[in-house]
C-alpha cells in the first residue's frame, strides 16, 4: 500500500482555468518519490497547465494539491529550493558561456550547494554528464539547439532536486543525442530522483516512464503502465493472402479457425487481424495453411503499443469534434 509519504505529488479533483474556460476539469494523480511519470495529451489537452501548477507557478482553482508535502502555490519557498524545471523554452542570457551560465543559476538558486568549492565541483561535474565539457567556455548563443537542450537539463539537476519537471526535453534533437539524454534522465532516476515528464515522443514514455498517464480535454484518460495500458488491446498479424485464395475463401475460414475481433484486407492482398491470444491464432493459422497447401507470406506479429492507445484516445477527440 502506498502511503502519504511516499508521495511527491498528490492532487485531487485538480482544476485550473483561464478566467471562464477551465482547462483542467478535474484530476487524480498519485506520483510516487523516486517514481518516473509521463504525462502525455492531445493537443490543448492541459498538460502544460497542469505541469504549471504543479510546479507552484500557477494556482489551482479547485480540488487539492500537495507537492513534497507542501502546497506549491502557497507554499512556495518550501517546495522551490528542491525542485528541478526543464522548461520548453530557456531564457538565457547569450552572451554568458556556458559555465558561467551554470555557476550563476547556482548562486541565485536557492539550493544547499552554495559553498564555492562544492558548486565549481558541481558544475565540473554536470558538465562532463551532459558532453558540455568541451564547451564550457562556449557562449550560450554559439551552442547548437542540441546543445542548449541540454544545458537546460544541466540547469534543471544541477542543484540536485528531489523533484524534477522535464517539459519536452529531447525535442529538436538528432537520434543520437536524443539516446544519451535518455540515458541521463535513466541515470537521474536511478539517483532516486522523482521525474514528471512531458512529450510528445511516445516512444520516449515507453522507454523512460514507470507510469503514463494520458490527457485529453482537460481530464486523464487513461492512467498506468505501459503493460496496463496496452494489456487488453489486440495483438495485430498481418500477411499476405495466398495466391489462388478468394478474399470470401480466407475470410471464411479464419473467422471459422481463429474467430479474430476485427479482419481487415489492406491494399490488394494483405490481410490483418486483431486478436487476443496471438500464440493460439498464430498456431491455429499455420496449422491451416499447412493442411490446405497455402504459403504464408510477409507474415508480422505486433503488439499493442501506446501509440495504438493514444490513437485510439485521439480518435475519441475526432468523433466529438465532428458531433460538436
Ligand atoms: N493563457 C491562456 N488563456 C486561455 N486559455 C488558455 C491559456 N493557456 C492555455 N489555454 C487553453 O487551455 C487548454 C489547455 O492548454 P495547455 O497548453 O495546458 O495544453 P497542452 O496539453 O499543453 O497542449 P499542447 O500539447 O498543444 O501544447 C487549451 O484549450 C488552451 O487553448
Not at 519536452?168 to 535513466?186: M, Y
Request: proline share 3%.
Amino acid at each position: 500500500m502506498t502511503t502519504t509519504t511516499d508521495l511527491a505529488i498528490q492532487a485531487h479533483d485538480l482544476r485550473c482555468a483561464y478566467g471562464d474556460f477551465e482547462a483542467v476539469r478535474g484530476i487524480d494523480l498519485e506520483i510516487r518519490s523516486g517514481e518516473m511519470f509521463a504525462l502525455l495529451g492531445t493537443n490543448g489537452a492541459g498538460k502544460t497547465t497542469t505541469m504549471e501548477t504543479l510546479e507552484g507557478h500557477r494556482r489551482a482553482s479547485g480540488g487539492s494539491l500537495s507537492v513534497l508535502g507542501h502546497d506549491p502555490y502557497t507554499e512556495r519557498p518550501r517546495v522551490r529550493p528542491r525542485l528541478g524545471i526543464m522548461l520548453q523554452e530557456s531564457g538565457f542570457a547569450g552572451e554568458l558561456t556556458v559555465v558561467e551560465t551554470v555557476d550563476m543559476w547556482l548562486a541565485l538558486s536557492s539550493s544547499p550547494l552554495g559553498e564555492k568549492h562544492r558548486r565549481a565541483d558541481t558544475v565540473a561535474e554536470a558538465m562532463d554528464r551532459l558532453d558540455l565539457a568541451d564547451r564550457a567556455d562556449t557562449r550560450v548563443v554559439q551552442l547548437s539547439g542540441g546543445q542548449k537542450r541540454r544545458l537546460d537539463l544541466v540547469l534543471a539537476t544541477v542543484t540536485r532536486p528531489d523533484l524534477v519537471f522535464l517539459d519536452e526535453p529531447t525535442t529538436g534533437l538528432d537520434p543520437e543525442s536524443r539516446r544519451r539524454t535518455w540515458d541521463l534522465i535513466e541515470t537521474l532516476r536511478g539517483s532516486g530522483t522523482t521525474i514528471v515528464l512531458t512529450t510528445h515522443y511516445l516512444e520516449e514514455a515507453e522507454r523512460l516512464a514507470d507510469r503514463i498517464a494520458i490527457m485529453h480535454a482537460g481530464r486523464i484518460a487513461v492512467e498506468g503502465t505501459l503493460a496496463e495500458l496496452v494489456d487488453d488491446r489486440p495483438t495485430q498479424i498481418s500477411f499476405r493472402r495466398p495466391e489462388g485464395v478468394s478474399s470470401a475463401d480466407i475470410d471464411r475460414a479464419l473467422r471459422t479457425v481463429i474467430g479474430p475481433r476485427h479482419l481487415e484486407t489492406v491494399g490488394r492482398d494483405g490481410l490483418v487481424l486483431d486478436v487476443v491470444d496471438a500464440q493460439q491464432a498464430l498456431v491455429r493459422l499455420l496449422g491451416w495453411a499447412e493442411s490446405h497447401g497455402h504459403r504464408l507470406d510477409n507474415i508480422t506479429v505486433s503488439q499493442a503499443s501506446l501509440s495504438d492507445v493514444f490513437a485510439q484516445i485521439a480518435a475519441g477527440e475526432q468523433k466529438q469534434e465532428v458531433a460538436a
